[in-house]
């Protein structure tokens, strides 16, 4: 079950890995053509539709990055709940939050795919410029999909925990102190 679990998580690692990055290089452009759009607007030349592609944009970065940031567990929690329990007791509430988590994000991927397909089939615009809607919407359920992924895996990765007592982590995050926090962050900045 390790190599399996190994295997499956160095993969989406991967995957996860690569869509953050198209996340990021994507919001650089926006954030760059947004800069642009207020000089020519200010000089009288403004672009006609930018807003509503900005707005389609924002599902490239505002979905695409969940999965990893369910990796490096870097999404809201109860910490101070989480952070003071030990041992098995800690691994059973991960685990049941995660299965929590998972069902939740499965019932978002199935009303976001329909959200999606109505408005393909609609042929849902924008306002003004009439750019259509489906391809922003469709994101959306396929970054749940990942996200559900990674929950998956991160369900195995805490039964795995609870069920044996001191074996190396795979496939979840581990919580990190302040301080261990805070010296990866000295070690980043003087490499």
Do not use: C
Request: hydrophobic letters at 55%; aromatic letters at 16%.
């Amino acid at each position: 079950m390790s190599k399996i679990l190994t295997k499956s998580n160095n993969y989406l690692s991967v995957f996860e890995d690569y869509l953050i990055k198209i996340s990021g290089i994507s919001l650089f452009v926006v954030m760059i053509l947004t800069s642009f759009q207020i000089i020519s607007r200010v000089l009288g030349y403004p672009w006609p539709g930018y807003l509503e592609l900005s707005e389609l944009s924002i599902s490239i970065f505002a979905f695409l990055g969940v999965a990893y940031a369910q990796r490096l567990d870097a999404h809201i929690r109860m910490e101070l709940l989480v952070g003071n329990l030990k041992g098995r007791a800690k691994w059973l509430l991960e685990f049941f939050s995660t299965i929590f988590s998972f069902l939740v994000v499965l019932i978002l991927i199935y009303y976001s795919w329909l959200f999606a397909i109505d408005a393909y089939k609609i042929g849902d615009t924008t306002y003004d410029y009439l750019y259509p809607t489906w391809p922003a919407k469709i994101l959306v359920p396929i970054a749940f999909t990942i996200w559900a992924l990674r929950l998956f895996l991160e369900i195995f990765g805490f039964l795995r925990m609870i069920i044996f007592k001191s074996i190396e982590p795979i496939a979840i995050p581990i919580m990190k102190t302040p301080e261990e926090l805070a010296n990866e962050e000295i070690k980043v900045i003087k490499d």
